[in-house]
């Protein structure tokens, strides 16, 4: 849906003999193990599959504008309407226009540079692959800063949504970031906040991602 959008994140990457996991892949067993409840307002799969459709649009109509924004990209032009699974164009024209005003004022509030956009690396130490949102120059407590970003356009951020980004944080193309963000744009209130995420907390964090990532992987390999 997005022109920048690079292939979805593996499940996992031989490299070198070594095998890496997919960050969301490891995360789908952290969220089970926290009990954490699902992300989407619905009870049947239709619903599922348009919070997820209006997800990727609104991931695609932020990036896409800053890609533009900064000479990235030769054009940019709002995802369409995919009208056989979503029914809803009024909803749709309304939570694309939110997601992009709110990332604007996110964008010009902290004066963001984009150094990167969906860009994928791994960690050998951690054997975690994945694909970040937004690496970024930002301006943070009067300072500049380099800074690992998800985006989560969701009702509510989750202790996993944290987790994710301390991963990102450790991945071996994003190390030198001095902090990790989240931010959050709820497409229901179009109320949008930026979390801090600090990367030098929560190492166990990560290393019990990686764990996670193994047992992923292993039970992957049960199952052929």
């Not at 990235?72 to 226009?97: A, G, K, M, Y």
């Not at 997601?99 to 004022?105: H, I, S, T």
């Not at 991963?167 to 906040?193: E, I, Q």
């Amino acid at each position: 849906m997005s022109k920048l959008q690079s292939k979805p994140e593996p499940r996992c990457v031989t490299l070198d003999g070594h095998l890496y996991v997919g960050v969301t892949s490891a995360m789908k067993l952290v969220k089970h193990i926290l009990q954490e409840p699902d992300e989407y307002i619905g009870i049947n799969p239709y619903d599922l599959q348009m919070h997820c459709l209006e997800g990727e649009a609104c991931h695609a109509v932020a990036l896409d504008w800053l890609a533009y924004k900064w000479g990235l990209l030769p054009e940019w032009t709002v995802p369409p309407w995919p009208s056989e699974q979503h029914n809803d164009l009024e909803r749709w024209e309304r939570v694309l226009h939110v997601a992009k005003l709110n990332f604007e004022l996110f964008v010009g509030q902290y004066d963001v540079e984009p150094i990167a956009l969906e860009q994928e690396s791994l960690s050998r130490a951690y054997g975690l692959v994945g694909h970040l949102d937004l690496f970024c120059f930002m301006l943070w407590r009067g300072r500049r800063i380099k800074a690992v970003i998800d985006l989560k356009f969701v009702a509510s951020v989750l202790r996993s949504h944290f987790l994710q980004v301390r991963c990102y944080g450790r991945l071996d193309g994003f190390k030198d970031a001095t902090m990790g963000f989240l931010f959050h744009s709820n497409r229901n209130t179009g109320v949008w906040k930026l979390e801090e995420v600090n990367l030098t907390q929560g190492l166990d964090d990560v290393a019990a991602v990686a764990n996670a990532a193994r047992l992923w992987a292993w039970a992957e390999g049960k199952k052929s």
